[in-house]
């Protein structure tokens, strides 16, 4: 009876500390997907595309590819998991836009891809590209 219940608990420790290499190395999943790169393109106005979101507004901790893009005109790369695994342990691209469509649907300019964003008076235009050149 006693060594049923030792493998029981040996089952689930095991099955723990699977999850916990899993959420805690993600980039072992990572390698052989698509990567994508968040780009920022400066834009002259609004030009009727939507409301912009303000940038100040947007954390930097919750929003990083979309900080990088805006400071540096595009965001480190995102490589996809092979399995499509990592996706659920790591912060995407992806999840950013998401959010940001959710929160401010008027700052999706029309039926494009991307989102309207103000930093002191300058407008961008975000996107979720996989080419860095484009």
Avoid: C, W
Wanted: proline share 4%; aromatic share 8%; net charge negative.
């Amino acid at each position: 009876m006693r060594r049923r219940y030792l493998l029981a608990v040996a089952t689930v420790l095991f099955a723990l500390l699977a999850l916990l290499a899993l959420g805690a190395l993600p980039s072992l999943l990572g390698g052989g997907g698509e990567v994508y790169y968040v780009t920022a393109t400066s834009v002259e106005s609004e030009n009727g595309n939507g409301e912009p979101i303000r940038a100040e507004n947007l954390s930097e901790n919750r929003f990083p590819y979309t900080h990088q893009a805006i400071e540096e005109g595009i965001s480190d790369a995102y490589e996809e998991g092979r399995f499509g695994i990592k996706e659920s342990f790591t912060h995407t691209p992806s999840d950013e836009f998401g959010e940001l469509r959710v929160r401010e649907g008027a700052a999706t300019p029309g039926d494009e891809e991307g989102v309207l964003v103000v930093e002191n008076g300058s407008y961008y235009h975000l996107e979720i590209t996989t080419d860095p050149g484009e």
